[in-house]
């Protein structure tokens, strides 16, 4: 497919982008999602990607003393294949280096399915474990870290 990065706007999340974001959410998670990762856009550093002045993707980052946190990436599922992700997460890289950050992590939710590792090992991200029952009793959690040069 063809990449449509090149009219792809990031830009940091503001409150106009509520419904936006909200409506990404439930496109990707679904409405017992909504609260938490609401609260990642709006209490963390939240940015959204722009394709056409629409809001399709989003992104929650924050930064302590060493780690930088991509809390989440999500693509809406009309959207995916075309390369929006990967400018997000590029993206998130420059914001670690530039806010000195050693590492940067995740975690990614591999409950039936386990292949979406496989995209964040091709970033270089490693597994550091994993967590189940974080959310909700049946969920499965692989944490990831990535160390930035
Ligand atoms: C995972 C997700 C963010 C990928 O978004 P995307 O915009 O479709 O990804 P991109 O098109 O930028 O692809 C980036 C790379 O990952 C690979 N990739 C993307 N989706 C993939 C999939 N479902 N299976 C395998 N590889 C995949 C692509 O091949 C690409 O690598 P390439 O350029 O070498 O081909 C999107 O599918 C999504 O929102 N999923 C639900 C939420 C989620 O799991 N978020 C991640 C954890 S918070």
Redesign the pocket.
Known sequence: MAKATNGVYIRKYRASDRRAAQDLILN??GKKWLPGNMHAFERFDGYVAELDGKVV?GMSLDYGTYACL??????H?D???????????KFAFKYAKGRNQKIIK????VKD?K??L??WE?YGFKEAGELRNLYAPDDHYVYIYKFLK
């Open positions: 990707v998670w993707a991509v809390d989440f990436i999500i693509v599922s959207y995916r294949r075309q390369g929006i992700a990967d400018k997000l997460l995740g975690f990614v939710d399915n292949p979406v496989r995209i091709k």
